[in-house]
């Protein structure tokens, strides 16, 4: 797959800091963050055209960061699950990118995505950042909209599995208000839990 060269569009409505997520599933929904740092970060709905984008962001993963994100090693992901993590299902499944300049072209350095289940009352989440982005709020600012897109469509809680050993989404979710239980299918696993109906975040 090429790499993109060309940055996403930039609409006159990034003059404001943020846009409602209500026009969520529109191709143009799109906002600029500043992190921590001051530096400037694009985030935006997951498209099918960032196949190459989301490879590289993986691909650029540290082996550790790769257990983590999925609960397991892989290298190269396959043709299949980028297509799985590119065309999220519009009537379930909510996916944002952060971009930045680096050149000519855009680097992915975050996403954040939930599926909903069957009932819509819950649904599943996942952040992960690039290694060389961590520590600057972006996994914040990527589940601050992910929460608030979740409730705006009346999802009651979300909760995300993961490692026992991953001290930074324990520290992560903790700040953003979700509690924190084993999982009782496997004792090398945690699972976290927002309620969306009283959380404030």
Aim: glycine letters at 4%.
């Amino acid at each position: 797959m090429a790499t993109r060269q060309s940055a996403p569009s930039e609409p006159a409505a990034f003059a404001s800091h943020r846009r409602s997520t209500r026009d969520i599933d529109s191709a143009k929904t799109q906002w600029r963050e500043k992190l921590r740092d001051g530096t400037t970060v694009l985030i935006r709905p997951i498209q099918p055209s960032d196949t190459e984008l989301e490879r590289h962001f993986i691909e650029a993963l540290s082996p550790e960061s790769r257990r983590l994100r999925f609960l397991g090693q892989i290298g190269t992901p396959s043709p299949a699950l980028l297509a799985q993590l590119t065309h999220p299902d519009a009537k379930r499944d909510v996916a944002f990118v952060a971009l930045i300049a680096a050149g000519t072209i855009k680097r992915e350095i975050g996403v954040a995505r939930f599926s909903a289940q069957p009932d819509g009352r819950s649904c599943e989440c996942a952040v992960t950042v690039s290694d060389d982005w961590r520590n600057r709020g972006l996994a914040t600012l990527l589940m601050q909209h992910l929460i608030e897109v979740a409730r705006r469509r009346g999802i009651e809680s979300m909760y995300s599995i993961d490692a026992a050993d991953n001290p930074a989404m324990d520290d992560l979710a903790a700040h953003l208000g979700f509690t924190c239980r084993p999982d009782p299918d496997n004792a090398t696993q945690v699972v976290h839990t927002l309620d969306l109906k009283v959380a404030t975040v």
